[in-house]
T-cell receptor
Framework: QKEVEQNSGPLSVPEGAIASLNCTYS??????FFWYRQYSGKSPELIMF????GDKEDGRFTAQLNKASQYVSLLIRDSQPSDSATYLC???????????FGAGTRLFVKA | KAGVTQTPRYLIKTRGQQVTLSCSPI?????VSWYQQTPGQGLQFLFE???????NKGNFPGRFSGRQFSNSRSEMNVSTLELGDSALYLC??????????????FGPGTRLTVL
């Protein structure tokens, strides 16, 4: 079992719709959770981080964390074609002193 | 504030050669992590340095090594290059070690091609 798993996609949504990206992790001791966006040919850029169970909203983005289910998700409301990218889920396992990345989910937003 | 910088941006080497990549973190950041990104394996953790000390290492052979200088700049070296080492090498910096809740900021990467 991979430490951080994401559906590779591609996930295709129409412009204006809600895109839902999911991520599961295996280490119950994980403490910090991050979502990065990576455009083709570019380096990852941080979108959001979340540490506590529940929802965290930032503009059109909402991160949801459920530590009991070892699940973290990212919702993108009012999706735009410019949101088309690969979204990487990253989990910091604290005691292991490293951040593990998922393989990423490719998102396509159709105009 | 300047972001993370990496040099060179592109490299072409042949099998058996060695290569050194450089990373300058954001000013004030003392942690530097290195990652290898390939289409098949995604983003793989190589190692992390904090205050000139390697804190953790990923599952890569000993051909991959690194170091950090007193000004927090870091270098990674790959010896005896293999075709499979072709990848985008990314450096990320943060103020504190990555076992904290600090976030990492990525540089533009070095694209290494091994022929």
């Amino acid at each position: 079992q991979k430490e951080v798993e994401q559906n590779s996609g591609p996930l295709s949504v129409p412009e204006g719709a809600i895109a839902s990206l999911n991520c599961t992790y295996s280490d119950r001791g994980s403490q910090s959770f991050f979502w990065y966006r990576q455009y083709s040919g570019k380096s990852p850029e941080l979108i959001m981080f979340i540490y506590s169970n529940g929802d965290k909203e930032d503009g059109r983005f909402t991160a949801q964390l459920n530590k009991a289910s070892q699940y973290v998700s990212l919702l993108i409301r009012d999706s735009q074609p410019s949101d088309s990218a690969t979204y990487l889920c990253a989990v910091n396992n604290g005691g292991g002193f490293k951040t593990i990345f998922g393989a990423g989910t490719r998102l396509f937003v159709k105009a | 504030k300047a972001g993370v910088t990496q040099t060179p941006r592109y490299l072409i080497k042949t099998r058996g050669q060695q290569v050194t990549l450089s990373c300058s973190p954001i000013s004030g950041h003392r942690s530097v992590s290195w990652y290898q990104q390939t289409p098949g394996q995604g983003l793989q953790f190589l190692f992390e340095y904090f205050s000139e000390t390697q804190r953790n290492k990923g599952n890569f052979p000993g051909r991959f090594s690194g170091r950090q200088f007193s000004n927090s700049r870091s270098e990674m070296n790959v010896s005896t290059l293999e075709l499979g080492d072709s990848a985008l090498y990314l450096c990320a910096s943060s103020r504190r070690p990555t076992d904290s809740t600090d976030t990492q900021y990525f540089g533009p990467g070095t694209r290494l091609t091994v022929l």
